[in-house]
Structures are given as structure tokens and as C-alpha cells.
């Protein structure tokens, strides 16, 4: 790896983390000696860039510093290409052409030798004829998690049996052939999913969720990371 590559990486890596890294850490992601980080991280700070630490105890990168943005390595941009390729193939039609203008966004300020890397990306989302139609307006159902009211559905399970709904919108999971609602149920009084394909109808109420959705997300993250049931 070249210097000036190491030296972007290892502030990319000070950058992800709240918390000191040690020269060792540092070292093994990067695959150097620990002797090449200290020289390095003195680099940096010779540069003036705000690297506050010590040998044997770490390193944090102070806030009010950032690189360029958009200045990606070729596997970063092989992952800004599949996302985008997946959300596009994958997604209601207003998120994929949001999809698509990433990419043109995304093109048009990449330095001219990267921008082939993003055209013919070896990385990409192949489509799924067999997509599932959803059941509602997923867009409007994005603006309504965004807004944290409530939506009322008519939901027909896998048993064909059908209920009406009242659900705090949380979440959508996006699946190859389907999409999920998560969102905590006035019936059930817990967690649910919701197959969009599965929503007979849907109303978007003007009613406001109570509490703050983000606590509601971060305990279904929670339940879901632990292994128990949604």
C-alpha cells in the first residue's frame, strides 16, 4: 500500500471510532508493522491533522476535521455501485430513481480515473422478476416513518386470515422478492412485520406516535440482536 493511501486509511479508521485505537489495532486492518503506524501518525500530525494520543494508549481523531467526501478507495466505490444498483432493482420506484441520481451524483464529482470504476462496477444487484407488489404507497409510508404518525391496515396472514391494524411505523426491511413493516401493534401491543405485499389497505392517520420513534427502533434493534422473536 502506498503512503498516501495509508495515511487516508488510517484517518478513515480514526474517524469511524468514538473511541482511541491503539497502533496494534491500526496495524492489523491496515496489514503493516506497528512501527509504520507511529511514523505515519506523526506524519499526520506533522500535516496539522488534529490526531490527539499516545503510544500504548490510542488514538482519537478531533471533531471539526474531515477529507473530501467523495475521496473513495475502489472498493468504496464498488459499494456505493452495489448499493445503489440493489436499491434500484430492489425498491418502490421513487427510492430507485433517488438510486440512480446517487450514482449520477456520485460520477460527476469522482476524479475522471475513478469514474469508469462506478460505470462498469465488477460488483452489481442483479434484478428480481419475481418481486412481490406491495400493498401500499411505499413512498408516502417512508414520509409517514419519517413524520412518526400512524397507519392503519387491513392485513391478511399467511393463513389468509384478514385484521385491521393500527401500527406505529418504524422501519421498512427490504428483502430479494418482498418488503417488511416493522412497527409496534396497537392490537398485539408489541412488535410486529408486516409483508407489504400482504396489506389489503392502508390509511396514513394524522395521528402522532407516542414517545420518539428512534427509542422504539433502537428496542426493536435491540429484541432483534438479542435472538427474540419481532
Known amino acids: 500500500m502506498r503512503k498516501a493511501d495509508r495515511l487516508f486509511q488510517i484517518v478513515q479508521i480514526l474517524r469511524r471510532q468514538r473511541v482511541p485505537v491503539t497502533a496494534d489495532a491500526i496495524a492489523e486492518e491496515l496489514e503493516t508493522s506497528k512501527r509504520s503506524v507511529y511514523r505515519d501518525i506523526a506524519a499526520l500530525v506533522g500535516q496539522r491533522v488534529p490526531i490527539r494520543g499516545e503510544a500504548g494508549i490510542g488514538y482519537v481523531l478531533e471533531g471539526g476535521f474531515d477529507l473530501p467526501p467523495l475521496m473513495l478507495t475502489a472498493d468504496e466505490v464498488d459499494a456505493v455501485a452495489l448499493g445503489a444498483h440493489w436499491v434500484a432493482a430492489h425498491a418502490d420506484p421513487e427510492l430507485a430513481r433517488a438510486a440512480r441520481d446517487v450514482l449520477a451524483k456520485v460520477a460527476a464529482v469522482l476524479p475522471e480515473e475513478m469514474r469508469s470504476f462506478l460505470a462498469d462496477s465488477p460488483a452489481r444487484a442483479i434484478p428480481d422478476f419475481a418481486r412481490l407488489a406491495d400493498g401500499l404507497d411505499v413512498a408516502q409510508l417512508r414520509g409517514w416513518i419519517r413524520a412518526g404518525r400512524k397507519v392503519a391496515l387491513r392485513y391478511c396472514d399467511e393463513t389468509g386470515r384478514e385484521s385491521d391494524r393500527t401500527v406505529w411505523p418504524l422501519l421498512i426491511g427490504y428483502r430479494d422478492m418482498s418488503r417488511l ?50
Do not use: M, N, S, Y
Not at 207 to 229: C, F, S, T, Y
Open 181 to 230: 413493516l416493522v412497527g409496534w401493534c396497537e392490537l398485539r401491543q408489541d412488535f410486529r412485520t408486516f409483508r407489504l405485499d400482504r396489506i389489503q389497505h392502508a390509511e396514513f392517520l394524522d395521528q402522532p406516535i407516542p414517545g420518539r420513534p428512534a427509542l422504539l427502533r433502537a428496542q426493536w434493534l435491540k429484541r432483534l440482536e438479542g435472538g427474540a422473536k419481532a
